[in-house]
């Protein structure tokens, strides 16, 4: 079975700086893109990064775009993504996602992981 | 960026209903249209992808339609189990938006 394991989320000042990294297993990990989207807590879904299944192509929703780098290692079946610079309005629940199709950027959000909370206070 | 509207926001509807949710593209998406299923404290599931398309495993109940900027979700007969906030998400163009949502309760 597909599992997506997010970790590293956390309270994080203004300013200040956290790397999300997600575990997969279940799937052949270097043949399909991975994605990033967040939640705030009851309200809607933003889609933030995508990254292709090689790591050569990614592309960032303009809101985190230069703050935001999003990265993986097939070798270890992880996917990460470096925030900096972190806003008040980047709180939000996290999810990493394994796109549904192989070898495309399709961005059909197959299968979700249980997700990581981000707090930005001071 | 393509904006994504939904109607209604929320229904309440009773089990055997046959419900619609509309989704609109604020530009030409072609069929590239996405529907996701959200419960209380869990990760959306894909329902329906490319407009049309039922994901493996998704009851024969949900059937989605449409092109160009207008789409539709239809649950055919509502069961107890289909209770959540139903969310379209458009894959056409970077970035990636998604509708606002409606939330369907059960009567």
């Known amino acids: 079975d597909v599992q997506l394991v997010e970790t590293g989320g956390g309270v994080v000042r203004p300013g200040g700086s956290l790397r999300l990294s997600c575990a997969a297993s279940?799937?052949?990990?270097?043949?399909?893109?991975m994605h990033w989207v967040r939640q705030v807590p009851g309200k809607g879904l933003e889609w933030v990064a995508l990254i292709s299944w090689d790591g050569n192509t990614t592309y960032y929703v303009d809101s985190v775009k230069g703050r935001f780098t999003i990265s993986r290692d097939n070798s270890k079946n992880s996917l990460y993504l470096e925030m900096n610079s972190l806003r008040t309005e980047d709180t939000a629940f996290y999810y990493c996602?394994?796109?549904?199709?192989?070898?495309?950027?399709?961005?059909?959000?197959?299968?979700w992981g249980q997700g990581t909370q981000v707090t930005v206070s001071s | 960026d393509i904006q994504m509207t939904q109607s209604p926001s929320s229904l309440s509807a009773s089990v055997g209903d046959r419900v619609t949710v509309t989704c609109r593209a604020s530009q030409n998406i072609i069929i590239y249209l996405n529907w996701y299923q959200q419960k209380p404290g869990r990760a959306p599931k894909l329902l329906i992808y490319e407009a049309s398309n039922l994901q493996s495993g998704v009851p024969s109940r949900f059937s989605g339609s449409g092109s160009g900027t207008d789409f539709t979700l239809t649950i055919s007969s509502l069961q107890p189990e289909d209770f959540g906030t139903y969310y379209c998400?458009?894959?056409?163009?970077?970035?990636?938006?998604f509708g606002p949502g409606t939330k369907v309760d059960l009567k």
């Open positions: 279940g799937f052949i990990f270097d043949e399909n893109s």
């Open positions: 998400q458009q894959a056409a163009i970077s970035p990636f938006t």
């Open positions: 996602i394994k796109g549904r199709e192989k070898y495309s950027w399709k961005a059909y959000f197959h299968y």
